[in-house]
């Protein structure tokens, strides 16, 4: 009798442990195809833009926008969006870092001072990482890109944290300064009113 006793709970614990690793092996699966769909979407979000066709004779690329309170959020713009204007463009490659933020709000508001030019767009570029934005466009209303791997702006560009490059109508790079030692306002307006001639 005990034998009998003995082999049931051994049948039955059996049972229940192939139960448990079925119900674990879909569990996996289940899991494993949450990620896989994660990440094609991921992919397909970070590389809308790059159906768009680009000049590769001048500075030319498509991102998306990601500062929510900029007009064109989540649109697909570039140095392209805005052809036959002055286009200035600020690389940040921390935008949680005070000083990257500074320069970009310093922009912002300078930015505001030309409303009423409309040949004249600025704006920012993060490089291709995984930082969060949230601090550089809280106050902010100029456009925000990430560079990706498609695009590839820093590399192909030579960019250097807080650059400041200033594309004239043609779509060529005409000056580049670097904001990290001074925000010098003077300097940026000159080469503006320069390529606005």
């Not at 448990?20 to 970070?46: G, R, V």
Request: charged share 25%; hydrophobic share 35%; net charge negative.
């Amino acid at each position: 009798m005990e034998t009998i006793k003995f082999k049931f709970i051994i049948r039955f614990l059996k049972e229940i442990r192939l139960k448990e690793f079925y119900f674990l092996k879909q569990f996996f699966l289940f899991s494993l195809s949450l990620i896989i769909i994660s990440c094609d979407n991921n992919d397909n979000n970070d590389y809308s833009c790059n159906d768009l066709e680009t000049n590769s004779d001048s500075f030319s690329f498509f991102l998306q926008n990601l500062n929510p309170n900029s007009d064109t959020y989540d649109e697909c713009i570039g140095p392209d969006s805005y052809p036959n204007t002055v286009r200035l463009f600020y690389f940040s490659n921390n935008e949680n870092w005070g000083l990257c933020i500074s320069r970009f709000g310093l922009l912002d508001d300078l930015y505001k001072n030309y409303s009423n030019e409309e040949n004249l767009f600025f704006f920012g570029v993060g490089a291709n990482n995984n930082k969060s934005i949230s601090s550089m466009v809280e106050n902010n209303t100029l456009p925000w890109l990430k560079d990706n791997d498609y695009a590839d702006i820093w590399d192909k560009w030579s960019i250097d944290n807080r650059d400041l490059l200033f594309v004239n109508k043609s779509g060529t790079i005409e000056y580049r300064i670097n904001l990290t030692e001074n925000f010098d306002e003077s300097v940026i307006n000159s080469y503006i009113a320069n390529l606005l001639e």
